[in-house]
């Protein structure tokens, strides 16, 4: 274990998806917690900080924990490189910096979309293949994890990043209202896999640097869960089979088939991929992508 005592976790991005359901679980366990996120929505358990600006005023509450979970993020999967450039990188980097102070362990919260090339190809998914985003949230998260692997490397500070698959708000239940047909419903993570692999992670021992695929045990997917299970302990207890209409169905085999054997096919790209991210959004506002986003990170 990291500590023997109970630990005292901060949780960046605490007011967020993620950041509501793991406050609930460690609080449960009687886990002392520290709360950032640039938004407290009127909680004055969060401490309010702009991450992306390094500060004392939140650095030194790094100070005296045992582990930094690290989930703030600009989470839109169109978000323009200025957003994701502060917002992400700019914001784990002064993260891990401010790791340096005090924690054993930081957990980074990477995602899926670093593999998003992958959609339309074939074999397991493990995290030794060279990644594929898409856009540049995926870049970001891809930066994020080079900078987990850098500090542990010149700073010898312990970091487990995640590729989280899909983790709805609230109930979180799988089904046809998750985007991305087939791809997205087979990446659904259940609220309990997901707090007992942040739980792992702060307490298991022994680990360097490592990035772990992290979503349910789903039949038929492609993400390669072994490494998770062996390096940390995870043993998910939840997994979903994909439920789609016979019109998605067919759409996503015909989609899949022009992909592999025409080369024309490749020059489409979904509104996701159609995105012209050097432009600055108001991020705001909903964009005709958010339909095909929305909630996938
Ligand atoms: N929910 C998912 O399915 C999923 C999938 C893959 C990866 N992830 C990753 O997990 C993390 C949490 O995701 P979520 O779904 O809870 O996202 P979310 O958007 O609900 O929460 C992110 C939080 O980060 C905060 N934040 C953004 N920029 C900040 C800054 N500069 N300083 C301080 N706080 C800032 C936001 O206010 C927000 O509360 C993110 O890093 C996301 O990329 C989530």
């Known amino acids: 274990m990291v500590t023997k005592h109970l630990p005292t976790v901060l949780i960046t991005g605490a007011s967020g998806i993620l950041g509501q359901k793991l406050r609930r679980h460690f609080s449960s366990l009687g886990w002392r917690l520290k709360l950032i996120d640039i938004d407290d929505f009127g909680d004055p358990a ?24 690290h989930l703030a993020a600009q989470t839109r999967p169109d978000a323009p490189w200025d957003a994701v450039a502060r917002s992400n990188v700019a914001a784990t980097q002064n993260v891990y910096e401010a790791a340096r102070q005090g924690p054993r362990r930081v957990v980074f919260a990477s995602s899926n979309w670093v593999m998003a090339g992958y959609r339309y190809r074939d074999g397991k998914l493990t995290t030794d293949l060279p990644p594929a985003p898409i856009n540049p949230y995926g870049v970001s998260k891809l930066i994020g994890e080079s900078l987990g692997r850098f500090y542990h490397e010149r700073w010898g500070l312990s970091t487990i990043c995640f590729r989280i698959g899909y983790c709805l708000p609230g109930e979180n239940l799988p089904g046809q209202w998750m985007d991305l047909g087939f791809w997205g419903q087979l990446m659904w993570l259940s609220d309990r896999d997901l707090c007992q692999a942040m739980e792992r992670a702060v307490l298991v021992d022994d680990v360097g640097f490592a990035i772990l695929n992290l979503v349910s045990d789903n039949p038929g997917m492609r993400w390669d869960i072994d490494a998770t299970r062996t390096l940390i302990g995870y043993r998910p207890l939840d997994g979903a089979i994909p439920v789609l209409p016979l019109r998605t169905r067919m759409r996503e085999a015909i989609a899949s088939l022009a992909r592999r054997n025409f080369s024309f096919a ?27 986003l929305n909630g996938h990170r």
């Open 266 to 292: 490749n020059t489409w790209r979904p509104p996701y991929e159609a995105v012209d991210f050097a432009a600055p959004a108001d991020l705001s506002q909903s964009s005709p992508e958010r339909c095909d």
């Open 46 to 69: 969060v401490i309010k900080a702009d991450l992306s600006v390094r500060d004392e005023a939140w650095t030194r509450h790094c100070i005296g924990v045992d582990a930094i979970i």
